[in-house]
Nanobody, 122 residues
Framework: QLQLVESGGGLVQPGGSLRLSCAAS????????IGWFRQAPGKEREGLLC????????YYADSVKDRFTISRDNTKTTVYLQMNSLKPEDTAVYYC???????????????WGQGTQVTVSS
């Protein structure tokens, strides 16, 4: 069964950091680009950034460009989203998604995880 599973979400204070993980099973993660998206209550899903098969990074949201970064460990079939200097407006459900063969800023991804909640609050 092809599956992506996010983990690492939770409650963090403003200014804090979190690292989300996206683990793949049932397919070869290394041949896919992996993107991270988020959806806040009452808002549309927003594309944040993506890592290509070769490790190149594309940012789609200016609001996270200087604070979030993405990395991948193909040997562990896992992609990470490092989030620093978190703000209350970062509160959302965060999703990872796999796209073949390259990154894209829109929702046209082949596989999606179920999402993990991130809440930034004091």
């Amino acid at each position: 069964q092809l599956q992506l599973v996010e983990s690492g979400g939770g409650l963090v204070q403003p200014g804090g950091s979190l690292r989300l993980s996206c683990a793949a099973s049932g397919f070869i993660l290394s041949v896919y680009a992996i993107g991270w998206f988020r959806q806040a209550p009452g808002k549309e899903r927003e594309g944040l950034l993506c890592i290509s098969r070769s490790g190149g990074i594309a940012y789609y949201a200016d609001s996270v460009k200087d604070r979030f970064t993405i990395s991948r460990d193909n040997t562990k079939t896992t992609v990470y989203l490092q989030m620093n200097s978190l703000k209350p407006e970062d509160t959302a459900v965060y999703y990872c998604a796999a796209r073949f063969p390259s990154c894209g800023g829109g929702p046209e991804y082949d596989y999606w995880g179920q999402g993990t909640q991130v809440t930034v609050s004091s």
